[in-house]
């Protein structure tokens, strides 16, 4: 970002700086995660902060728009800062509970805002960096972008409005995204439509300066619009999971997990047995009590408001962590660094219908 000015004096807000910077100019409010060295993690204190500041905002007739994006080049925003949720758990504390209510309550406030939001997702934007950057109205990728809601590898499942975009993605793509967690870059992104537009990141430094000379009408969101027109593309050719659409199509219609992972390893469709054999391997390294929870909900999430979604998954957070595999998802990934979970249980043939259905329950 650059330095404050005279821009910035004329609106000087009222939070100290620190793991978020925030900056007004020519009538854009910047919000950039600044956790560089922990690829922008998202903590509670971050979240309190960008909601305060996004409040103030929506009714700050100075303000027209908001930019949203994250310090360095590495990533927009890698998710929650999940260590220090195991560590709340671990020690009884609240932060792990309070925090998903008031993530959720940020990823709300993003949806329903009245003024343009841009988001730059620039690197790694996953989980709780997904959930930001799928709120927003302008949602910008770079040929850096890695975007994933990877949180099957860790024993939970897609949240921050997962369950209502990703089944809203074209055919079976959000599910296929959701139940395995894998990456993807920007031409599935925009393929997808989970990205907007494409901006060489050499021209990040122009975008930046080119809003800071925007000569603003009564259709901001037209004004931003404009400026992006002027220096990305909203398509990019031969993108990987055209070519896969077919056999996504249907292995990931299938019913459950099991008959997923079996179909891979077995069924040819498409030319697709290389990539078949590959999803089936990463599926059988998941916890398999994620995935499956994962699919019910994203199954039903097709079906739901943003409301409900929220909601659902609010639920499902309030279980999870003593009933779900995610203690022992990042005690292997991230405390013992072992990379040899013990899911419970282990196999999806060791899994019930009414092991997943009970976490949903609470449904009338």
């Known amino acids: 970002m650059s330095g404050k000015g005279q821009a910035f004096a004329e609106h000087t807000p009222p939070w100290p700086e620190g793991h978020v910077l925030i900056e007004v100019h020519n009538h854009v ?22 909601k305060t500041c996004l409040d103030d905002w929506a009714v700050d007739p100075h303000i027209k728009a908001v930019f949203l994006r994250g310090s360095g080049d590495r990533a927009f925003c890698a998710g929650g800062d999940i260590r220090s949720l195991y560590d709340s758990y671990q020690t009884g504390d609240s932060v792990h509970t309070d925090f998903f209510v008031e993530e959720y309550a940020l990823d709300l406030t993003l949806h329903h805002y009245r003024k343009p939001v841009m988001v730059l997702m620039d690197g790694l934007t996953l989980g709780g960096g997904m959930g930001l950057a799928q709120a927003a109205d302008l949602r910008i990728v770079t040929e850096r972008s890695r975007l994933a809601m990877p949180e099957v590898g860790i024993g939970y499942f897609p949240d921050v409005g997962g369950s209502y975009f990703l089944p809203r993605l074209p055919g079976e793509l959000g599910i296929y995204l959701g139940v395995t967690g894998v990456q993807i870059q920007a031409a599935d992104a925009l393929y997808c439509g989970l990205a907007d537009w494409h901006i060489a990141s050499d021209r990040i430094a122009t975008l930046e300066e080119r809003l800071g000379h925007i000569s603003w009408t009564d259709y901001p969101l037209k004004d931003l619009q404009g400026v992006l027109a002027r220096l990305g593309v909203q398509v990019l050719s031969h993108p990987p999971l055209d070519k896969l659409r077919p056999a996504i199509d249907h292995f990931f219609a299938l019913p459950d997990i099991a008959s997923m992972i079996e179909q891979l390893q077995q069924v040819s469709v498409a030319n697709s047995q290389k990539w078949a054999r590959a999803t089936a391997e990463l599926m059988g390294g998941r916890s398999p009590l994620a995935m499956s929870v994962t699919l019910e909900m994203l ?46 249980p282990p196999t999806v043939q060791q899994l019930s219908r009414g092991q997943v259905e009970a976490f949903f329950d609470w449904v009338g």
């Open 29 to 50: 409010g910047h919000l950039v995660l600044n956790r560089p060295a922990g690829l922008n993690a998202l903590t509670l204190d971050m979240v309190r902060t960008l």
């Open 299 to 344: 199954r039903r999430g097709r079906h739901m408001s943003l409301e409900e979604c929220f909601a659902m998954e609010l639920q499902l957070d309030r279980q999870w962590f003593a009933q779900g595999d995610i203690i022992e998802g990042v005690r292997a990934l991230l405390i013992d660094k072992d990379k040899n979970p013990r899911w419970n």
